[in-house]
Structures are given as structure tokens and as C-alpha cells.
């Protein structure tokens, strides 16, 4: 048992350099999807609430417009998505496989409509009383969302991110699929094509344990603001 153990620690540190490099490599993906998704997915998911049916911007056209775009791009299987958009992706960067930043356009653009949505969603669940009092106080629509939907949607928007943040982590396993980079490129690179099961389930655990340091801190995070 000792001398098993001895040989998997040998080949995880044989391994460990281009273990390093894969997670340095999903880090750019997820880092670039959560930039979008905060910047861009924000603004969309308040815009979607803001122009739907009975609310204080109501706009059908800019809603549908919208609406009809988040949910293309979250209906789309993502596999089918990254192959879909390989031609796009070479015109605008040259390459659209082997590279961390080509592999997270798809990224990008789903990281976009799937926190849009959960973006949405959490501004629904306020209560109708806090727009009420808004409108009362005579608030503007910039200060309705920065002062009052933002303030008491703000715990949700933070469990809503975490849970598109471990989306984006299974979206950046997929892009190993078709060559992208990172740990789902070296799971299946160096342990699935290989037969290497003990790196691979090393990756897999890896993976795992970041997820729930991610959930965990995300949780903590969201406790933390939750004022109520």
C-alpha cells in the first residue's frame, strides 16, 4: 500500500507542472466569463426586469429583443455552441483552439445570458413594497436599481454568481473536448487518452475541491450581506 501510495505521488509531481499550467490556463477562461458576466450580464439581466410587462421601464420590444437572446443562448447545448462559433472566433482572433482567450468566447457569451437571467430573477423576488417606496420617495430609475434594487437584491446577486461561476468551471472542462486548454484539457489529454485513470481522477478532484471552496466562500459572502 505504502510503495502504491509512493508511485501516484511520483506521478502527480511528474505530472504537476503541467497540472499548474492547465489551472493557470482555466483560470483566464473563468476569469474572463466572470468579467463579462459582471460588466455586461448585469446590465441585461436589469434591463430585462426593468422593460417586462408592468414594471417601471416597461419596453415589450427592448424585452423581447433581450429575452429572446438569453434564452437562444442558454437553450444552445454549449458543445454545440463552441464548434458553432469556430469560424467567428477565427476571424475576430486567429485561432479558435490551443489557446486559453480563444476558448473563452463561448465562455464569454454564455457567461453573459446565463447570469443575466439569474440577475432577473433576483430582482423579481423583491418586494413589490420596495418599489413602491421608491416611487413614493420620487427616486429615478438609475436610483431606483443602484439605491433600492441593488441594496436589497445584493445577497442573492451573490449566491446567483457563485452559481453561474461553477457553470462556468463545467463550461471550461468542455472546452478540453476540443483542444481549449485547461484542467478538462489535461484530464482528458493526459489521463483519459492515455489510460492514465490516477491523474485524471486527480484533475477530477481538484476540480471538486475548488468548486466547493468556491460555493463555500460564495455562501459565506452572501450571508455576510444579507441584512435581513
Given at each position: 500500500?505504502?510503495?502504491?501510495?509512493?508511485?501516484?505521488?511520483?506521478?502527480?509531481?511528474?505530472?504537476?507542472?503541467?497540472?499548474?499550467?492547465?489551472?493557470q490556463e482555466s483560470g483566464i477562461m473563468l476569469s474572463l466569463a466572470s468579467v463579462v458576466a459582471i460588466f455586461i450580464g448585469i446590465p441585461?439581466?436589469?434591463?430585462?426586469?426593468?422593460?417586462?410587462?408592468?414594471?417601471?421601464?416597461?419596453?415589450?420590444w427592448i424585452y423581447q429583443i433581450c429575452n429572446i437572446f438569453v434564452n437562444i443562448v442558454r437553450s444552445f447545448p454549449f458543445l454545440l455552441?463552441?464548434?458553432?462559433?469556430?469560424?467567428?472566433?477565427?476571424?475576430?482572433?486567429?485561432?479558435?483552439?490551443?489557446?486559453?482567450?480563444?476558448?473563452?468566447?463561448?465562455?464569454?457569451?454564455?457567461?453573459?445570458?446565463?447570469?443575466?437571467?439569474?440577475?432577473?430573477?433576483?430582482?423579481?423576488?423583491?418586494?413589490?413594497?420596495?418599489?413602491?417606496?421608491?416611487?413614493?420617495?420620487?427616486?429615478?430609475?438609475?436610483?431606483?436599481?443602484?439605491?433600492?434594487?441593488?441594496?436589497?437584491?445584493?445577497?442573492?446577486?451573490?449566491?446567483?454568481?457563485?452559481?453561474?461561476?461553477?457553470?462556468?468551471?463545467?463550461?471550461?472542462?468542455?472546452?478540453?473536448?476540443?483542444?481549449?486548454?485547461?484542467?478538462?484539457?489535461?484530464?482528458?489529454?493526459?489521463?483519459?487518452?492515455?489510460?492514465?485513470?490516477?491523474?485524471?481522477?486527480?484533475?477530477?478532484?481538484?476540480?471538486?475541491?475548488?468548486?466547493?471552496?468556491?460555493?463555500?466562500?460564495?455562501?459565506?459572502?452572501?450571508?455576510?450581506l444579507d441584512k435581513r
Amino acid at each position: 500500500m505504502t510503495e502504491s501510495i509512493q508511485i501516484y505521488l511520483d506521478r502527480v509531481i511528474e505530472f504537476a507542472p503541467r497540472l499548474i499550467e492547465s489551472l493557470q490556463e482555466s483560470g483566464i477562461m473563468l476569469s474572463l466569463a466572470s468579467v463579462v458576466a459582471i460588466f455586461i450580464g448585469i446590465p441585461l439581466g436589469t434591463l430585462l426586469y426593468l422593460t417586462a410587462p408592468g414594471k417601471p421601464s416597461e419596453n415589450l420590444w427592448i424585452y423581447q429583443i433581450c429575452n429572446i437572446f438569453v434564452n437562444i443562448v442558454r437553450s444552445f447545448p454549449f458543445l454545440l455552441l463552441v464548434v458553432a462559433m469556430q469560424p467567428a472566433i477565427r476571424a475576430l482572433y486567429g485561432r479558435a483552439t490551443g489557446d486559453p482567450i480563444a476558448a473563452s468566447f463561448p465562455m464569454m457569451l454564455i457567461a453573459i445570458a446565463l447570469y443575466a437571467r439569474f440577475v432577473e430573477q433576483s430582482l423579481l423576488e423583491i418586494p413589490k413594497g420596495v418599489i413602491e417606496v421608491a416611487d413614493a420617495m420620487g427616486a429615478s430609475t438609475n436610483q431606483l436599481v443602484t439605491k433600492f434594487l441593488f441594496v436589497e437584491s445584493r445577497s442573492s446577486l451573490i449566491i446567483g454568481f457563485t452559481t453561474a461561476f461553477v457553470s462556468f468551471i463545467s463550461y471550461s472542462t468542455i472546452m478540453g473536448v476540443v483542444g481549449g486548454g485547461g484542467i478538462g484539457d489535461f484530464a482528458i489529454r493526459y489521463g483519459y487518452q492515455r489510460y492514465e485513470t490516477d491523474i485524471m481522477y486527480t484533475a477530477i478532484v481538484v476540480i471538486i475541491i475548488f468548486v466547493q471552496i468556491i460555493q463555500w466562500l460564495g455562501l459565506k459572502l452572501a450571508k455576510k450581506l444579507d441584512k435581513r
